[in-house]
């Protein structure tokens, strides 16, 4: 079998209809005609099934190590589709700090509609254990008894976002299938490249292909993949019911997308790790938070089973510093939402993505007020640097001014000028 790389561009057979074409057909054709009444075709209509979207199912397959795939409309009909396995009177544990627009469909859909949803720090396995299991003391005929309601899954994501903490996917499958429950992973932040949770023991992997699989900004995409067969049977089922399917354009967009993966991984990590540098060494900067400045950083990817750190990271100004002026003052950092693509983009987590989390969750969490995201590009390093440093600059000259400002203020009212 090839490897990760060749097979990124070359994993699956082209099946042209004989041209020669290098790339897949793109099979606009939402019906397709049965020989006669009496046959039954391989495709029949596109919500159930179409050539372009069963190769990329096929490719990220492969490449995730598992069974079967499946292509979505978005990250989050991928995680609808997923999350519809479930039934009411379940119970789900799901890691702290998972995506905002993940978090609400949980707790303002499923969670009205039976399924509840216990959140845990995925990193503490003794608390995680506890809530799997569902230990519970109840009084019983006037005893103390424990009674044990165990989940059906743990869902998390292996990169948290916007703090980069690092998820063991071994360790948390292994404490899910402990006490029968299955591991779902929400590996947008890592892709195949960097890690393969199906091999660590996940049971599903779920993709936001809008991110760093289609990586240009260009289209909104999910994928799923699975081992067994019967949970692949029920999230087809899921599929084909909703219809939240891939368009065959946007399948080839992420087919195409997929094939220069770790190249552009490679440079988004690379010039991830050297802003983290520079800005851990800024006056100006209070935490920066990337694995990859941490002292044991080679010993965190080893235990976690992780190639690289991907290419979004985090950092806190200090406090009187304004983060909104650097915001304001990037020039090739674009001022957005999302990840993963070539073009680098900076946000305020407080404002643009995680303002859905009532402010004392969002501090709890460690989402302050001081804090910016960088999502990074491949443009070159030294641009990057020199846009955050420019931005950081005009940043501390408003301090300056306020503060000079508020001191002459304040002696004016201590009557220092009398
Ligand atoms: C973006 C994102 C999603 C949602 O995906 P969409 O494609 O926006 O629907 C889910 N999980 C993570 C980690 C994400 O970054």
Redesign the pocket.
Known sequence: MTRFNTQLVHGLPVNDNNTGAVNPPIYNSSTYAFESVETMPRWDYSRSGNPTREFLERQIAQLEHGTRGFAFA??????HAVLSIFKPGDRIVVGKN??G??YSLFNEYFAERGITFEPVDTADYEALDDAVAGRKRVTFDGRELEATIPAKAVYF?VLT?PLIQVNNVNRIAAVAHRHGAIAIV?N??VTPYLQQPLDLGADVV?H????YLAGHSEV???LVVVLDEEIGRKIYFAQNRFGGVLQPTECNDVRRGIQTLALRMDRQQANAQAIAEYLLAHPLVKTVHYPGVQRDHAKVLAENGLRGFGGVLSFEVVPGVDPGVVLNNLRIFRLAV??GAVESLAEFPARMTHFELPKEERLKVGITDELIRLAIGIEDATDLIEDLGQALDKAYEVYVRDHAEAESLSQLASGVFA
């Open positions: 978005s990250g989050l009909a991928a995680i998972i995506y627009g993940t994501e976002n929400d947008t932040f779920i936001s292909a809008t991110k909104t995409a999910g999302s990840l």
